[in-house]
């Protein structure tokens, strides 16, 4: 990083050197600590549904990586002068439920006066030391499950341009509030091989972060990929986020589109995504077994969009 020189230790699995969601150290020959933090500011009116999505998305990494949270703290930047400490306490009470729904112990936390509200988790998970997924364990042949729709980027945009229907706000918060527990337990049964969230740098994005320097490519089906239909309305209607715009600039070099795919499916596999699914790496023999099991949980929105192909390495093909 710049130059600095980073503290190591032996024991440290996943560091500062990988492109990974969270760190993990190793405490025994049967435990492993997750580390992760993330917070941001409001992307959804309402404080209290501010405070789900903002733990949601915070507990997302350690499930991402295999592994169950345990601990949380809060992580607070507010401004004192120019909101009710009410709005605060609303934000802190959202996170507490989606801990508590998580089985996760609030243990402390920092807070400061900011400018600008923000709130977000350090959270600290176990797993086990061999079983720990990472992005950079593709194996060609293996089929990509992706676990929630795409275009809550767009949607956002939408309400902060006061165009969203009641509805669709209803509809777009709920999905970033839900938790990844539930695909996170189903995958582990079977043989996953890597896995990620999709959060800030879209689909694309974090899928250029698995092949860079894998040796392999991602073949993707555009058509099979879950797309949230009022997405594609906004982005339609112009509201594509900077974001999406600032990940295409950086990764398209990466991705080759078919003639075929729409100009505006592919933005929006750019469009960055708060909160979002994960996206899983499996043995071809299990993925239809997981996306059943997934299916009969109520994670509706799961598809299989795409597999790894052994050529061209370090390439996304979508068609």
């Not at 109520?298 to 052994?310: L, R």
Request: negative net charge; aromatic residues 6%.
């Amino acid at each position: 990083m710049c130059g600095l020189e980073i503290p190591a230790d032996d024991r440290v699995i996943v560091g500062m050197g990988s492109l990974d969601d969270a760190g993990v150290y190793q405490i025994s020959d049967e435990l492993a600590i997750i580390q992760s933090v993330d917070f941001f500011t409001p992307i959804v009116d309402d404080p209290y549904w501010f405070g789900q999505i903002a733990a949601a998305n915070a507990l997302s990494d350690i499930y991402a990586m295999g592994g169950i949270p345990k601990t949380a703290m809060n992580l607070v930047g507010f401004p004192l002068k120019l909101m009710d400490i009410s709005i605060l306490r609303q934000i802190i009470q959202g996170g507490l439920d989606k801990m508590k729904e998580a089985d996760v112990v609030l243990i402390g936390g920092h807070s400061v006066e900011d400018s600008e509200l923000k709130y977000g988790l350090s959270v600290t998970g176990f797993v086990h030391p061999d079983r720990i997924l990472t992005k950079r364990n593709l194996s060609a042949g293996n089929y990509l499950v992706l676990t929630k729709p795409l275009g809550t980027g767009v949607i956002n945009t939408a309400i902060k341009g006061g165009v969203a229907s009641r509805e669709v706000i209803e509809k777009v918060t709920q999905l970033m509030a839900a938790l990844n527990r539930d695909a996170a337990e189903l995958m582990v049964r079977y043989q996953v091989n890597a896995c990620t969230d999709i959060t800030g740098f879209g689909l694309l994005g974090h899928l250029a972060e698995m092949v860079v320097d894998s040796g392999l490519g991602i073949s993707l089906n555009a058509e099979s990929i879950p797309i949230l239909p009022e997405a594609a309305d906004y982005a339609a209607m112009g509201m594509l986020p900077g974001g999406a715009n600032k990940n295409k600039t950086f990764r398209e070099s990466m991705v080759e589109f078919s003639s075929s795919v729409n100009p505006l499916i592919q933005d929006l596999l750019f469009d960055p995504q708060t909160s979002g699914g994960l996206l899983i790496c499996i043995d071809r023999e299990d993925t239809n077994k997981l996306v059943d099991e997934l299916h009969q949980k109520g994670i509706d929105g799961s598809a299989v969009i795409g597999e790894v192909i052994s050529a061209p390495p370090g390439k996304i093909l979508v068609n």
